[in-house]
């Protein structure tokens, strides 16, 4: 057990280590943020009020968005340098390369809302500081992770794979985004718990039994 | 599989055919003049039974088709995909035909073609995932690891579909619960009389077997066409 995290926990520094030599994803995807923010801004001219009530929906239609751009690197620039054949041989569990996968795709979208956050903050003068769009935060991107890097997996191997990704993993992620976005709303809109718990169920449930599928069929993605 | 089986239509297929033709007369029959006209739909009612039974229909192939994911995944054999294919084709050609007698049915009901409701929601969800597993599936050459790949995702499908059901339901729901029942913010239900319960019932059983019948040929086709291909390669050895 304590080897099956020693693994995971190497495949999340080799993924942040590679990341932080090039930053090449992370700020790609922190620039495409800051450019939706601003073109929702245009397209959508409204008042205060509005705002407030659609920021929900913006920051995870963003953060959506973001994701697919970080999940569809994650493998693509494994299968490029055929670094997976020598993922793939070492001596771990396959699944242990998913959840290690999973993890550094989190990290790179928690950064990207960590960043986001104060800017949508300061742009639209209204306070995000709430622990409890926090926790909706960390369990929607999760959920979004877990679904997503497997669906990436899978994409990458096939002929028209960064087309392919959004059509498998949107439909499929919609859940999370419904729940995601019903509940940050709550937050956002200062109703608190009562309103926000049915999705958080959603959240959880969801956010358990896609990795639990994960843990399951990425040895059937990744098998040769 | 036994390949003479494959050359000849079998003689239960030709049955299944003239079966199911005569119960979709049958059908036609029971819905148009059986059925009682409902008080307040007035005709477009009669659009409901077509409507129910493909829904229950599309429900079964699919879930069908996630079963034959699992055992592909446990046994992999060429059958279980070639029998996963046809039920997610035949489910999305059902899934259609909900939605669109929904829709149809819905302008006089609900005075709109369309309504964010969780049922009518997921069913178009329901077509996007499965139009998104065909895509998955053209783009992967080697025919192993898109038997594969196209089992896990409907078993992912047969999972996340129930969920966004469930995670659009926290909306307020609008479509009538005809059998059992009645939600109160339900808008366009009626109660059925007996002659209603039986042409329900008799489009259901019509449906079910029709389905089945093209299923038989759709797996069928799926042989076939899985020989031609072994027989090109045989022939020009690629």
């Not at chain 2, 659009?47 to 599309?58: D, K, L, N, Q």
Request: net charge positive; charged share 15%; proline share 3%.
């Amino acid at each position: 057990m304590a080897s099956y995290f020693a693994a995971v926990w190497a495949i999340v520094r080799k993924d942040l280590a590679a990341e932080w030599r090039s930053r090449q994803m992370v700020t790609a995807m922190l620039v495409f943020v800051v450019l939706v923010i601003f073109i929702f801004a245009f397209t959508l001219d409204i008042d205060m009020l509005t705002r407030r009530q659609i920021a929900a929906g913006v920051l995870w239609t963003t953060f959506a968005f973001a994701g697919i751009l970080g999940l569809n690197r994650t493998l693509a620039t494994e299968g490029e340098r055929g670094s997976l054949d020598g993922l793939l041989l070492a001596p771990v569990e396959r699944s242990a390369i998913y959840f290690g996968k999973t993890l550094a795709n989190l990290f790179f979208m928690l950064v990207v809302e960590i960043f986001t956050l104060p800017l949508y903050a300061l742009f639209y003068n209204m306070s995000l500081a709430q622990p409890g769009l926090w926790l909706v935060l960390l369990l929607g991107s999760w959920c979004f992770c877990s679904v997503g890097t497997l669906l990436a997996a899978m994409a990458a191997q096939a002929r028209s794979r960064e087309l392919l990704l959004p059509v498998l993993l949107l439909p499929m992620a919609l859940p999370v985004l419904v729940a995601s976005v019903r509940a940050s709303s709550a937050f956002v809109n200062g109703l608190g718990m009562e309103y926000a718990s049915a999705s958080l169920n959603i959240l959880v449930v969801y956010g358990l039994i896609m990795p639990a599928l994960g843990f399951m069929f990425f040895d059937f993605i990744v098998e040769e | 599989m036994a390949s003479t089986s494959l050359d000849r239509k079998p003689r239960l297929l030709q049955a299944l055919d003239i079966l199911s033709a005569l119960l979709m007369l049958g059908t036609i029959y029971m819905v148009f003049f059986y059925a009682p006209m409902e008080r307040v739909m007035g005709q477009v009612q009669r659009v409901f039974y077509f409507h129910a039974s493909s829904g229950w229909v599309t429900m079964v192939v699919l879930i069908i088709a996630a079963l034959a994911g699992i055992i592909y995944l446990i046994r992999p054999h060429k059958k279980w995909d070639v029998l996963a294919v046809a039920c997610v084709e035949i489910g999305l050609v059902f899934a259609f035909i909900c939605v669109t007698t929904g829709s149809i049915w819905a302008r006089p009901a609900w005075n709109t073609w369309w309504t964010w409701d969780p049922r009518v929601v997921t069913f178009t969800i329901l077509i996007l995932v499965y139009m998104a597993y065909m895509l998955l599936r053209q783009g992967i050459e080697d025919p192993q690891r898109r038997a594969r790949f196209g089992a896990i995702y409907a078993i992912l499908a047969a999972v996340t579909v129930p969920l966004t059901f469930f995670s659009i339901r926290i909306w307020r729901t609008l479509h009538p619960v005809v059998i059992g029942s009645g939600s109160a913010t339900a808008e366009g239900g009626f109660d059925m009389t007996r002659p209603m319960v039986w042409t329900l019932l008799f489009t259901l059983l019509a449906l079910t077997v029709f389905t089945l019948t093209l299923l038989w040929h759709r797996v069928r086709l799926g042989w076939l066409a899985d020989k031609v291909e072994e027989l090109r390669m045989k022939a020009f050895g690629r």
